[in-house]
């Protein structure tokens, strides 16, 4: 059977089409992982924060060095050192 040549390339760029929204569509799926991945981190982190009477934030990890400082160094800290 024969197709004409305007029809083959109307095929040939839904086919193109189809793969770029595949790409598009596993691009979000896994930037959303990554994203789920870095809010649990950051949740787990959180609750590794304490207060001092002072009103100082302090984290003193398993096995790791007491720190204090503010809520977004604390959790910097625990995320780069991997304790969260």
């Known amino acids: 059977m024969h197709i004409p040549f305007i029809e083959q390339g109307n095929i040939i760029m839904?086919?193109?089409?189809?793969?770029?929204?595949?790409?598009?569509?596993?691009?979000?799926?896994?930037?959303?992982?990554?994203?789920?991945?870095?809010?649990?981190?950051?949740?787990?982190?959180?609750a590794m924060i304490g207060e001092l009477n002072s009103g100082k934030l302090y984290v003193s990890p398993v096995g790791g060095k007491y720190r204090e400082g503010t809520r977004a160094d604390l959790i910097a800290f625990l995320l780069r050192s991997n304790y969260a």
């Open 14 to 46: 839904q086919n193109v089409e189809r793969q770029l929204e595949a790409r598009q569509s596993r691009r979000m799926h896994a930037e959303d992982r990554f994203l789920n991945r870095i809010e649990k981190r950051e949740a787990a982190a959180e």
